[in-house]
C-alpha cells in the first residue's frame, strides 16, 4: 500500500511569497494531521482534521497559516505570505479507527523541507 | 499539560555496544498512550512502536525493546547489539488515550553508532 504522500519535498522560496505544501493520506484513513519540525521547538502538531473537518487548529501559529481537507485523500497547507521563520521541515500524518473504535496508530509522510530565503 | 523529556540530547556509541535512550513523560490522564519514532538521516519518520498505558509489560522486537516503568513515568529505548544503520534521531512521544491520539513529542536523542 502507498503511505502518505506529500510534495514537493524541497520548497525554497523568497519573503512574501505564497506557499503551498500537498498531502494525500493513506487510502482509508479519516484523521489528517499536519506537523512541523524545527531546531528551536522539535516537533509540534499544527492542526488536524477528521473526516475532512479540521477539528483543532491550536497549534497554527499565526493568520498566514491556513489548511483545507477538500475531500478525503487530499490536503493543503498554505503559508502566506511566507517569512525566513516558517523554514522547517512541515509533515503530514494519517491514521484511522481501528476495530476497537480506538484511534490508530499516525504514519508520517516524508515532509517537505522548506527555505524562505 | 502532555510533556515529554528526552534528557539525552546525543548519544555516540561504538558498534556492537549496547545503547540506552531515555524518555520521561508527564501527564493529568490515567490513560494514554506512549511511543518512539526514528529519524534516520533520509528525514522520514518511521513508527517503532505504541504502548497503552494499561499495559507494563516490557516488549522484545529482534534488537530492540522497551522497558515501560508507569511508577517512574518511564518509557525507555534499549538496542541491543548496535549497527550503524541504527544511527538517528529518535523521537518518544505521548498522546491521549481517546480521540485523535494528537502526538506530543520529546526533543529527540540524536544516536549515532561508530564502525
Known amino acids: 500500500d502507498a503511505g502518505v504522500i506529500q510534495s514537493p519535498r524541497h520548497e525554497v522560496t523568497e519573503m512574501g511569497q505564497e506557499v503551498t505544501l500537498r498531502c494525500k493520506p493513506i487510502?482509508?484513513?479519516?484523521?489528517l494531521f499536519w506537523y512541523r519540525q524545527t531546531m528551536m521547538r522539535g516537533l509540534e502538531l499544527l492542526i488536524y482534521?477528521?473526516?475532512?473537518?479540521?477539528?483543532?487548529d491550536s497549534g497554527m501559529p499565526e493568520d498566514r497559516f491556513s489548511a483545507k481537507m477538500p475531500n478525503a485523500s487530499f490536503s493543503t497547507l498554505k503559508i502566506q505570505p511566507s517569512e525566513p521563520r516558517d523554514s522547517a521541515v512541515y509533515f503530514c500524518?494519517?491514521?484511522?479507527?481501528?476495530?476497537?473504535?480506538?484511534?490508530?496508530?499516525?504514519?508520517f509522510g516524508p515532509g517537505t523541507r522548506l527555505t524562505v530565503l | 499539560a502532555q510533556k515529554v523529556t528526552q534528557a539525552q540530547t546525543e548519544i555516540s556509541v561504538v558498534e556492537k555496544e549496547d545503547v540506552t535512550l531515555d524518555c520521561v513523560y508527564e501527564?493529568?490522564?490515567?490513560?494514554?498512550?506512549l511511543f518512539w519514532y526514528k529519524q534516520p538521516p533520509s528525514g522520514e519518520l518511521v513508527f517503532l512502536i505504541r504502548?497503552?498505558?494499561?499495559?507494563?509489560q516490557n516488549e522484545i522486537s529482534g534488537r530492540y525493546s522497551w522497558n515501560f516503568q508507569k511508577s517512574t513515568s518511564s518509557f525507555n529505548f534499549t538496542i541491543t547489539a548496535s549497527q550503524v544503520v541504527d544511527s538517528a534521531v529518535y523521537f518518544c512521544?505521548?498522546?491521549?488515550?481517546?480521540?485523535?491520539?494528537?502526538?506530543?513529542f520529546g526533543q529527540g536523542t540524536r544516536l549515532t553508532i561508530n564502525p
Open positions: 504502548r497503552n498505558s494499561f499495559d507494563e
Open positions: 501527564t493529568r490522564d490515567t490513560t494514554y498512550y
Open positions: 487510502s482509508g484513513h479519516d484523521y
Open positions: 500524518a494519517s491514521s484511522t479507527l481501528s476495530s476497537g473504535g480506538m484511534t490508530d496508530t499516525q504514519y
Open positions: 482534521f477528521n473526516n475532512n473537518v479540521p477539528i483543532d
Open positions: 512521544a505521548l498522546s491521549e488515550f481517546q480521540g485523535a491520539q494528537k502526538l506530543v
